[in-house]
C-alpha cells in the first residue's frame, strides 16, 4: 500500500470532523489493508482457534496511522471504519461461498470434510448480514451498534464514543438488536 | 415499520425486561391498553431475549478462518474462466485439480490445472516458475506439454495461477503402471521419449526436478508427453518463514510420499541440484515400469528419503528376470548416489535406451535365463566402490539426522550461533553466454569487495572463492574446506538489456537457507544489485555494522565494461604470479578505458612492487617502487577509501624503510578493508622486519584464513615464520605448498633456505637445486643454492654458482642479495658487505628484513651490520 499513515490520519481527522467524502476515501484504504492483514491470519490459523478482531484492527491501526497523531478520538473513529471495512470482509467471503455453492460464479472456493459446518457458517453470516440491513431500515444505530461491536470488537464505550451516545444507551441498543436479529435468523430457518 | 411503533415496542421491551419475568404478562396487558398486535410482537421479542445473550459471540473472524482452513481453488463444472468453458474434472493432484475445457475462441480443447493458492505466495519463485514453464514450452519439443496460457483468478481466497495448456488424449504414466502390464519395449520406448524432452529442457537451462510418472502422458498412439515443467520450482526450498509450514506438510504422510519416491540424493539432502537430478528421477521411474515396484521403498516419507540415501536398490532382474543385463545396468547407472556416477546428459541415456531398444529386436541369444548377478564375485574395485559409496550414503544419513536434529533445536527458539565468517561462491553465469562470464566474475568480486569491508565478519577472498567456479562440490564440503559458517551463492542471467540475478544465503552447518532473492534489473545496474545484495546479507547474518561500513556497503559506481574487463583479468594474472608484465598490461590497458577507475591504478601499483621484488628480481627496486608510488597515489586521489591502493602504497613505504608511513597506510588498509588479505600479509611483513615476530605470525595466519587456497600467502607465511625462527612449523608449512603444487619455485626457494637455517644442509641443497630449475636459473635461487652449498661446505659446486651470477651480472641486472647470499655461504664477510652495500644502495626489499633475517647471523657481530640497520632507521 502507497497510502501514507499521514494521509490516512488526515482522512480520519476530516471525516470525524463531518467531511462524509473523507470516508469513502478512507474507507478502501482499511478495506484494504484489513483485508490484507485478515488472509494471513486465516491462513495461520487453526480452525476453532480464537482470532480477536480487536487485535487484528489494532494492528492494522498502527501500520497505518501516523503514530503522532495525538487526537484520542481518532482510534475511535478509526475503529468505526474498520469495523465496517470488517464487516464487508468477511460478509464478501461468505456471500462467494455461497455463490460458490449456486455455481454463480466461475471460480470459488469449496472444501472437503470441513466443509459443511464452515458453509452452514457461511450461511449464516450473509443472513446475519441481510437481516442487519433490515434492522438499518428503520433503526440505523442499531445495525451501528451491532457492527461496531461484533464486527469492530469494539467495548460498549468505545461504542458510546464513536457512536456520540451514552454507554447505557449502547447496552440497550445492544440488547435489543441481537434478540431482534435472532428472532429473524430464526424465521429463516423456519421457512 | 415506522420508527414510532419501533420506538414504542423498544420502550416496552426494556421495561419489561425490568420486570420479574412473572410480572411481564400482566405489564404489557397494561401497557399495551388493547394493541394486540403491539403486545404479540413484545413478546415475541422478550422470548428470544435469553437465547441472544449468547447470540453472536464468536468473533467474526474465528468463523472466517474456519472457511479459509480447508479452502482449496477449485472451478465449477460449467462456468467459464475468461474464454475457457470447464467441461469436466479430468483429476487432481498435489499442486491442484486439472480440468478439461473448451477454448471458445479457437474452438479447441484444453486442459486448465489450477494451482492451490498456497504454494504461489512467493512472488519470486512464481517469476522462475513462469519463465521456466513459458521457456520449456517454447521449446516446441513433441515430448513437452505446449503451454497456451497462464494466469491468475481472483478469488475470495487469493489469486490462484492458473495453467490452460494443449488437451493430450491419454492417460498419466501413473495409471498405466498402476495396472501394470508395460512390457520392456514400451518401458523403454517411454523412458527414450522422455530423456529426449530432459535432454531438449537441460540444454535450454532448464530443469524438471519433479519427473514422476504422474507427469508423464501418454498418447493411445504411443507419443510421451512430460507435464508441468518449472513447477517443481514452486515447491521446493522454501523461503525462511515458510518452511515450518512446509516441512509440516511434507511430513504428512502419504501427502507427498508419491514425490519424494522419484527424489534423487541431493533433492532428499536439500542440496543444489542440477540436470543431473532429473536423470536419477527418470531411472526410479524406468526401474518402477520394469519391476512394477518403486526402488527405494520405506514405509513412511522418512524411510524413503533414508532408503534413496544409503539403499543400493534390488538388482532388476529380481523382479523383472527379462530386463537384459545392459537395461539393468543403464538403470542402476541413472540411479547411482553420486551424480559423477550416473549418466551425465539426457541423450547419453536417450542413446542407452535406442540401443537397448535394437538389442530387443534382435531374436534373444539362445534361451539362457539371465543371470543374476547379484552374489556373483565381481571383481574386486567395484565391490570396493560399492562398499564405499554404501559407506558414504550412510554417513550422508547420520548427517541427516544431525541436521535435522539440529534443525528442530534452531526452531525451538535456541538462537542461531552467529555467522562470523562468510564465502562468496563464484556466480554462475546461466546467460548461455560465455561472454558473459566477465559479468558473474566481476560480480562476484564485487560482492566480495562489499562485504570484505564489514570489519566483524571474515570473508573468503576473490582468490579463493574464484577456485570454485563451476564447481560440483557439495556446500557443506566447500564450507569445510573454507572454513566458513556460511555461504553465498547465486547465479545471474542477462538477455538484452535484462539482468536477473538470483542469491542466495546458506548456513553452513546445517545447509539451511537463511535469505534468498531474485532481482530483475536493468543491466547498467549490476552493481546496484550487488550492493542490495552485500547490504541484505549483512542484514541477515547480523553483524554489527559501523555507520561507514554501511556507507561502503552503499557506495558503488558504475564502471565501463571493458574496463571491467581488463581490471579481472589483470588481477587474475597477478594472482597467479610469473606472469608480471602481462598483468601490468591488462591493468594498462583498462586505465585507458576509463581513466577514472581506482582500482585498475591500484592493481597497476601492486604490479610494480612485485615486479622489483628480489623474487622477480624484474626492474631495480628504487624505479618499481617509483611507479608503484605513483600508480597507487592516482588511485587515492580518486578513492582513497580503496583498500588495495593503501597496500600498495603501505608495500612501497616498507621496502623504502619509511616505516612510520608504512604501518599507517597498512592498518589504514585494514581499517578500510579488514577481510583483505594483501593487507595482512604486507602488515605481517613490516611486522617481521621489525622483530614483531609473533604479531607478525598472528597477521600472517589472519593472512592465510581470508585467502586459503592462495599459495603465495601460504608461501609467505612460511617466510614469516623463518624469520621467526620456528624453523618446523616453517618447514612443515612450505612442505605443504610444494606438495600440492610440485612446481611452485618460490615454495622451494623459501624452503631451501628454512632449511639452510635449520642447518639441514642436504635437504636445503636438494630443494634448492629444484628452485633453481623452477625458476628457470632465477638469480635469486641460485644465490639461495650457492649459499647452501658453501654452508655445507661444498665450497667447489658453491663458486660454480658464485661465477654464474658474476657472469650473468656482466649482461643485465642481477640483485645483489643473490651475491650477498653465496657470500655469506663462502664466508667471505667483506665481499658480502659490499654486495649489500649495494643492496642497501638500490633498496633491495631484501634489507627491510636485514634485521631479523637468519642467513644474515654470521654478519651481525660486524659493526658494519649496525651501520646499515641505523642507516636504515632500524634499532639493533
Known sequence: MTTTPQEVSQLLRAWSDGDQTALDKLMPLVYEELRRMAKRHMDRQNPGHTLQTTALIHEAYLRLIDQKETRWQNRAHFFAVAARAMRSILVDYARARQAAKRGGEAVVVSLDEAAVASDERAAEMVALDDALEGLAAFDRRKCRVVELRYFGGLSVEETAEVLKVSPETVARDWRLARTWLLRELSKINER | MNSARWRQIEDLYHSALERDSGERAAFLGVACDGDQELRREVESLLAYDEQAQSFIATPPLTIAAEMVASDQARLLIGASLNHYQILSLLGRGGMGEVYLATDTKLGRKVAIKLLSPKPTHDAGRLRRFEWEARAASALNHPNILTIHEIGEVKTTVGAPHYIV???????????????????????????????????????????????????????????????????????????DGETERQRDRETEPGVVMGTVSYMSPEQARGSKVDHRTDIFSLGVMLYEMLARRRPFEGATTSDVLASILTKEPEPLEKHRSDAGPELSQAVMRCLAKEREARYQTASELGAAMKAAKERGKQPPLGAAPPINRDGAGGDGRSALLKSRSVWFATAIALLMIIIVAYWKLASKGATDAPIRSLAVLPLENQSGDSAQEYLADGMTDALIGALAKIGSLRVISRTSAMRYKGTKKPLPEIALELNVDAVVEGALQRSGDRLSVRARLIRAGAERQLWAESYER?????????????????REVQVKITRAEQAGLTNYVAVNRKALDDYLQGRYLLGKGGQLPNAAEHFQSAIREDPTYAPAYAGLAS????????????????????????????????????????VARGSAYLFNWNWTAAEQALMRAIELNPNSAEAHNLYSSYLSAMGRAEEAIAEANRAQELDPHSLFMSTQRGHILTNARRYDEAVEQLRRVTALDPNNYLAHWFLGIAYADNKRFDEAIATSEKAVVLSNRAPGALGALGMCYGLAGRKVEANKALHELLELNRRRYVTPVALVKVYIGLGDKDRAFAWLEKAFQERSNFMAYLRVIPEADPLRSDPRFDDLLRRMGLPR
Open chain 2, 522 to 538: 536493468d543491466f547498467r545496474d549490476a552493481l546496484g544489485v550487488q550492493s542490495e545484495i552485500a547490504r541484505a546479507i549483512a
Open chain 2, 607 to 646: 604490479c610494480y612492487n612485485a615486479l622489483g621484488s628480489v623474487v622477480a628480481g624484474a626492474l631495480p627496486p628504487l624505479e618499481a617502487r617509483r611507479q608503484a608510488e605513483d600508480a597507487a597515489l592516482k588511485a587515492l586521489q580518486i578513492d582513497d577509501t580503496l583498500a588495495e591502493a593503501h
Open chain 2, 165 to 239: 495448456s494443449e488437451f493430450v488424449e491419454g492417460e498419466t504414466l501413473q495409471a498405466m503402471i498402476e495396472r501394470g502390464g508395460l512390457d520392456i519395449g514400451q518401458a523403454i520406448a517411454i523412458a527414450d521419449q522422455v530423456a529426449s524432452a530432459l535432454g531438449a529442457a537441460h540444454k535450454a537451462g532448464i530443469i524438471h526436478r519433479d519427473i514422476k510418472p504422474e507427469n508423464v502422458m501418454l498418447r493411445p498412439d504411443g507419443l510421451v508427453k512430460v507435464l508441468d515443467f518449472g513447477l517443481a520450482k514452486l515447491t521446493e526450498r522454501p523461503r
